[in-house]
Structures are given as C-alpha cells and as structure tokens.
C-alpha cells in the first residue's frame, strides 16, 4: 500500500501559504512554503501530485528533489500537523455541542408548539432569545 496526496497544500486553505514556520523553514533553504511542504511529505514516503495550471507553479513544484529537511525541520513541521489535527477535533467537539444546543432548542420548540401553539411560541423564543418582536414587522 502507498499513500498518495492529491491534495498537498489543502488546496490553499487556512492561509497555507503564509503559515509563519513553513515560510521561516523554506528561506533556510531558498525553497518556497510549497517546496517545503511537498519536500517534507517525500520524505515521509508519501507520493505527492501537486496540481496547477501555472507553468511557473508546475517546475517549482518538480525543484523539490535537490535539498532535504533536517530532522529539526521535520519535527517541526511535523508539530503543525499535530495542531492542526488538535485544532480539527476541537472543532468537531465544539460543533457537537453546538448541533445538540440547537436539536433541544428544537425539541423545546415543539413542545411549546403542542402547548401553546406557534404564535405563543415564537413570542416566547424571541423573548428568551432577547429579540423584539417589533424588528419583524414591515
């Protein structure tokens, strides 16, 4: 089996390309934050297909073969990868908590719909939610 990245600058999400530690890594060795990037995945045996319609973009991305990332670099690098993985799943929790939040919200909406109906409803949801029934009037 062989890992292969089809996506190696996560298509320039996130600010990729000015990640502080990746650009401060690629002026070591005169290579741009896409080199260090492709570089660093190389060396970690994964074969990598960059994509770009720009020839320019295309031969830098073929000028990764003639430098190698220290294993400083590597670990550092490397340390990113474990944030954004942290950054990720803190963000899946967070998500979670929102997306069960707003299933009672719901749940307690209609319950007070099969109480009181929707018209008492809505008044008391915008009243708990602190919003003015006067700003929805045309």
């Known amino acids: 089996t062989q890992i292969m990245s089809w996506g190696p600058f996560a298509e320039g999400k996130n600010d990729f390309f000015n990640t502080p530690a990746l650009k401060e890594i690629g002026a070591k060795y005169g290579k741009s934050v896409a080199q260090v ?5 190389l060396q970690n045996g994964v074969v990598v297909i960059p994509k770009s319609t720009h020839e320019e ?19 550092e690098i490397a340390k990113l990868e ?3 993985k942290e950054t990720r799943a803190e963000m899946k929790k967070k998500i979670e908590l929102y997306d069960e939040k707003v299933e009672k919200t ?5 319950y007070f719909n099969s ?7 809505g008044m008391y949801m915008n009243y708990i939610s602190g919003i003015d029934d006067d700003e929805y009037e045309e």
Do not use: Y
Request: overall charge negative; hydrophobic content about 45%; glycine content about 2%.
């Open 37 to 41: 990037a492709l570089r660093f995945l």
């Open 57 to 75: 973009r295309m031969q830098e991305n073929f000028n990764v073969f003639d430098f190698a990332l220290s294993t400083n670099d590597m670990e």
């Open 82 to 84: 474990q944030w954004i």
């Open 106 to 110: 719901r749940h307690v909406t209609r």
């Open 115 to 121: 109480l009181l109906g929707p018209d008492i409803t």
